[in-house]
């Protein structure tokens, strides 16, 4: 009886295995019968519609004029960076403290013609002021800055917008 358990288990799980239904018709399509069920006899073509046309040159001529007036308003705003000195406030990895800092500084150095600038460098938010070209120059911008209260302010060598081309 214990040898039977297996082999009975074993007819049913053939058993199950096998398909119940019939997988291949056998029977041969009739000559005139197709394989799809959907009609692939329309033709776009053969439409009597009115067929669209895009006028590309009108476009592009205004596209071009768009593109000119662009670059020549912009030539006038390009600004070029040089090399030279600023002075650092503030490196935190904190925004909310970096964005109070600059708007303090702005503040204090407006009356002085310093502009303030802040930037992000992973994983520090700087505050600088000045566009100096000589390190003197950045001393005296970094002793101001420790007379109104930034104690840690050093000059640092960045890129400079030109005095020419300052506000």
């Avoid at 053969?46 to 895009?54: A, C, M, P, Q, V």
């Avoid at 002075?87 to 002085?112: G, P, W, Y």
């Avoid at 420790?146 to 400079?160: C, E, I, N, T």
């Amino acid at each position: 009886m214990r040898q039977s358990i297996p082999i009975l288990i074993l007819v049913v799980f053939i058993a199950a295995c096998t398909p119940s239904k019939k997988l291949i018709n056998k029977e041969p399509l009739a000559e005139n019968q197709e394989n799809s069920k959907y009609d692939e006899s329309f033709d776009p073509l053969s439409l009597n519609d009115d067929d669209i046309i895009i006028q590309a040159k009108i476009e592009t001529e205004v596209v071009e004029k768009k593109k000119s007036e662009k670059t020549t308003s912009d030539q006038a705003k390009i600004l070029h960076e040089i090399d030279g000195y600023r002075v650092q406030l503030l490196a935190t990895r904190s925004i909310e403290s970096a964005t109070l800092i600059k708007q303090r500084a702005e503040e204090q150095f407006l009356k002085h013609n310093h502009k303030v600038y802040w930037s992000f460098e992973a994983p520090f938010y700087k505050v600088r002021i000045g566009d100096v070209l000589t390190r003197t120059d950045a001393e005296s911008i970094r002793d101001l800055a420790r007379s109104l209260g930034y104690d840690q302010a050093f000059p640092v060598r960045s890129k400079v917008m030109p005095p020419d081309q300052l506000d």
